[in-house]
């Protein structure tokens, strides 16, 4: 059985069972209080990314002796909104989300605050709509690291190419980031900057940007499905020598490219094990009645095939 199936199967029933409450959470009285409960609501689950950061929040929930009630909003914002309606019907004690869409999602967090429960947004962040606090990789930063990057695989020249996700505060901020980059190099110039959501989006956008571009230097991926299609359609056009990929996530998948094809020069690494550990740890002590800072950066990594 391969890693992700593992995980989905774990994850499938992992979150339908109330842990003890831990000592530092229990009530006084006759017998402990039962568990309190975090509701969570994430983008997908198709994506190794949001399997590790599933599975790092069940694991520091059962150490807070939380119990989480998981939904899966499959990047359907209709149904991440009703995920949070649901929540506040079951008076869960907090909410953790990963938003479909950083604006759309603004009605559910007021309701949630409404009722008088704390959200946590964890990768993506909320946009117009205050949360108690938003665990995310340095987004822009990373986009600074991902624009270095192809400026050095490039010799710092040439025309590139970027697959967006404009919908998702993260994504804008990593292209913002990747650009302000780009902008230090004299000799290069983004012509193209198209969406590509889906890895099918990704590589149909990609080639679009081949036919119309023919000299591209490079196309920066916003996620390890997007680079891994514009590798696809590089290599269907028979200009492995000519473009240079570079990536966002660091999956294994894409980390195995990286590897393994030269022209794909690297990819910025996000962990979303510390981003899963971090959201539901800041719960814990939203609910202890704690004080915490209203967003927590995780630095990313780089990864090439020399720093492997």
């Known amino acids: 059985m391969d890693?992700?199936?593992?995980?989905?199967?774990?994850?499938?029933?992992?979150?339908?069972?109330?842990?003890?409450?831990?000592?530092?959470?229990?009530?006084?009285?006759?017998?402990?209080s039962p568990a309190r409960t975090i509701g969570v609501s994430l983008l997908t689950q198709q994506h190794p990314f949001y399997l590790e950061l599933a599975q790092a929040m069940q694991q520091e929930a059962a150490r807070q002796g939380l119990k989480l009630d998981l939904s899966i909003a499959n990047q359907d914002l209709g149904k991440q909104i009703s995920d949070v309606e649901d929540f506040v019907s079951k008076k869960v004690d907090a909410i953790i989300l990963s938003p479909v869409d950083s604006r759309g999602v603004k009605a559910a967090v007021l309701k949630a605050a409404a009722a008088r429960i704390p959200v946590i947004t964890v990768d993506i962040a909320a946009s117009g709509v205050e949360v108690a606090s938003h665990v995310a990789t340095d987004n822009r930063a990373g986009g600074v690291l991902a624009g270095q990057l192809m400026g050095r695989a490039t010799g710092g020249k040439g025309q590139i190419g970027v697959l967006h996700y404009p919908s998702i505060q993260s994504v804008v901020d990593r292209v913002e980031g990747f650009k302000a980059a780009i902008a230090t190099f004299p000799g290069m110039k983004i012509v193209s900057v198209q969406p590509g959501i889906t890895r099918a989006e990704a590589l149909a956008a990609?080639?679009?940007?081949?036919?119309?571009?023919?000299?591209?230097?490079?196309?920066?991926?916003?996620?390890?499905?997007a680079a891994l299609a514009a590798l696809a359609s590089v290599k269907g056009a028979r200009k492995l020598e000519q473009v240079k990929i570079v990536g966002f996530d660091g999956m294994a998948e894409a980390r195995a490219a990286v590897d393994r094809e030269p022209a794909f020069v690297g990819v910025i690494r996000q962990y979303p094990d510390q981003l899963g550990l971090q959201a539901v740890a800041i719960a814990a002590q939203l609910l202890q009645g704690k004080p915490v800072e209203k967003f927590h950066p995780v630095l990313p990594g780089v990864y090439t095939a020399a720093t492997r």
């Open 206 to 225: 990609s080639q679009n940007m081949l036919q119309a571009h023919p000299d591209l230097a490079g196309i920066f991926g916003f996620g390890d499905d």
């Open 3 to 32: 890693r992700n199936t593992f995980l989905r199967r774990m994850l499938a029933g992992a979150f339908t069972f109330g842990l003890p409450a831990s000592p530092a959470l229990a009530q006084a009285g006759p017998g402990p």
